[in-house]
């Protein structure tokens, strides 16, 4: 499938899809919500989230947010104990594998069709893809004036390789109208305020992207059951668009002959203004766009930013390039703030959508105060801005060059 | 920008410019405030267990501590979480949350982009 947006916007290649502006509007509140007693004991901070590494860095612990520190992402398959987590709501309290189920139905769906667990894993061919899963905030601290929301750095991001099923074999399955453009999720997680009536996010991707061969419906992260929190059993998996697109907890699909018109697919979530603006503005709804897929990024994930290294120590360094839906052709380096940049060595992704290896060496004749920075060059011919490029409200898209400190005695 | 939406940013236009002159009254006052609750994480000052209260029944305070905005984008935000996430009419609460909020997680300057800071220093082996 020929995956390149041939449109040349303004917000670099990526592509949108604007929608109507139709603002939900908030539905009635759980009723002991209103009552002072429902105030619990919270906010009460906990140590790290179980199952994740110690050294990744807590967000927020309800719901819970979690992106890793670079280094701690240096592996070329990202384990799971140190991919970042993004929960709009709260995690599922029972869950039974024997009795999950996934529907596909909607609109556009020829037929509904409801499979147990066990026939998704018997009755279509399993796949197995390395695939990045970006939040679409990832970078979001960087932003001038600040965005709202979780300020993540530059961690939420990761590439665990994901098994399962190809979504549209699954699709094909319930049978897609000649009018579909566009699938949505549902999954079992619930809202933060309680209310069983509200869904915390409920999200999609146009039915090209999900007819992908990359896009799966996936039970399993480097060879093991989904943890829990990464949407235990069942999740959606699309490489290199906003993580939001990949459900968890997921529990129907539905086919939609519109823009999918779910929890955070409307107003500002994930959305950028169609038009740049100036820092500050306010952008009304009607005017923010979808985000679809992320721009090309980097990060050096060796070393750890603070090394001390001796005048003409060679140091090598390395990280992981990733485009969306591009792929990467170059990466380069530059130790004097982008005055010179020099090549480094590039490896190919292990399949579409998987994130790719650089690495290089360099002596450092001159002791002081250093920084390393990393561009990456996707195949269209876009590369990371060395600034943080276009402020958007809620501050989505940072993709500007990773950096590290050096000290050279 | 439907009739909705313009009615919210006129009374956000008004709310700030009734403002200006508490904020630059009570600005004074950051430097000798530092005192963190060891729990929650949030500046003990005025109304700080209002804010514990009323903020923390839904989310952690981290959503608080890790963001800032000014008073106008601290009722935005208020306001969001109002239509979408299920929060509550806040009553005559809300100036006093309004006054914790950006007094305390106001905007900080950033720029396009800023220096590297708290770096831990270690030595590489070779």
Same mark, same amino acid.
């Given at each position: 499938m020929n995956r390149s947006f041939k449109k040349k916007s303004y917000w670099s290649r990526r592509k949108f899809i604007q929608t109507s502006s139709a603002v939900t509007i908030s539905s009635l509140l759980a009723p002991t919500l209103l009552t002072g007693y429902h105030l619990r004991a919270s906010g009460i901070s906990q140590p790290g989230l179980p199952g994740k590494h110690p050294d990744m860095l807590v967000l927020n612990d309800r719901p819970w947010n979690t992106e890793a520190p670079a280094h701690l992402l240096d592996e070329e398959v990202t384990s799971m104990d140190r991919l970042f987590v993004r929960n709009n709501g709260l995690v599922p309290s029972e869950i039974d594998p024997e009795k999950w189920t996934l529907e596909i139905s909607g609109e556009s769906a020829v037929t509904t069709k409801t499979f147990t667990l066990a026939q998704l894993k018997s009755d279509f061919e399993h796949y197995t893809y390395q695939l990045v899963l970006e939040c679409g905030g990832n970078g979001r601290s960087e932003f001038d004036p600040p965005a709202k929301g979780n300020q993540w750095t530059t961690g939420a991001v990761g590439a665990p390789k994901w098994t399962g099923v190809r979504l549209k074999d699954v699709l094909q399955r319930a049978g897609l109208k000649a009018d579909a453009v566009y699938i949505g999720y549902y999954g079992k997680d619930t809202h933060l305020s309680g209310d069983p009536q509200k869904v915390p996010i409920s999200r999609g991707v146009p039915i090209k992207k999900a007819l992908? #061969?990359?896009? +799966?419906? %996936? $039970?399993?992260?480097? @060879?093991? #059951? +989904?943890? +829990?929190?990464h949407g235990y059993p069942l999740r959606l998996?699309?490489? @290199? $668009?906003? %993580?939001?697109?990949?459900?968890? $907890? +997921?529990?129907?699909?539905?086919?939609?002959? &519109?823009?999918? #018109? @779910?929890?955070?697919? &409307? @107003? &500002?979530s994930y959305r950028v203004p169609c038009k740049p603006v100036a820092p500050g503005s306010k952008v009304a709804d009607e005017d923010m766009c979808i985000i679809e897929s992320m721009p090309v990024k980097s990060i050096i994930s060796y070393p750890r930013t603070g090394a001390i290294i001796k005048k003409n120590q060679i140091l090598e360094f390395h990280g992981h390039a990733w485009a969306g839906d591009q792929s990467v052709t170059k990466v380069d380096s530059s130790v004097d703030f982008g005055n010179t940049w020099h090549p480094l060595e590039l490896k190919l992704p292990s399949n579409p959508l998987a994130w790719q290896h650089w690495s290089g060496k360099m002596k450092f004749p001159y002791p002081g105060y250093h920084e390393l920075w990393v561009r990456a060059t996707d195949n269209l011919g876009d590369h990371q801005p060395m600034v943080v490029p276009g402020w958007n409200p809620r501050g989505y898209l940072n993709n500007a060059c990773h950096r590290i400190a050096i000290r050279v005695e | 920008m439907n009739l909705g939406l313009k009615m919210l940013f006129g009374v956000l236009i008004l709310a700030v410019s009734c403002q200006t002159r508490e904020q630059l009254n009570t600005s004074i006052v950051i430097e000798s405030k530092t005192a963190v609750d060891s729990v929650t994480g949030l500046v003990i000052d005025k109304n700080f267990e209002l804010v514990r209260g009323q903020c923390t029944a839904c989310h952690s305070a981290k959503l608080v501590t890790q963001n800032s905005a000014s008073r106008e984008g601290w009722e935005q935000m208020i306001r969001w979480m109002q239509r979408d996430q299920g929060l509550w009419d806040l009553g005559e609460n809300e100036v006093l949350i309004l006054d914790y909020l950006s007094l305390h997680y106001g905007p900080k300057k950033k720029g396009r982009r800023t220096p590297l800071t708290t770096i831990d220093w270690y030595y590489l082996q070779e």
């Open positions: 992908e #061969d990359e896009s +799966l419906i %996936a $039970w399993a992260a480097n @060879g093991k #059951d +989904l943890p +829990l929190m998996v699309f490489g @290199g $668009w906003p %993580a939001s697109t990949s459900g968890k $907890w +997921l529990s129907r699909i539905v086919i939609r002959n &519109q823009v999918h #018109d @779910g929890a955070k697919m &409307q @107003g &500002q | -």
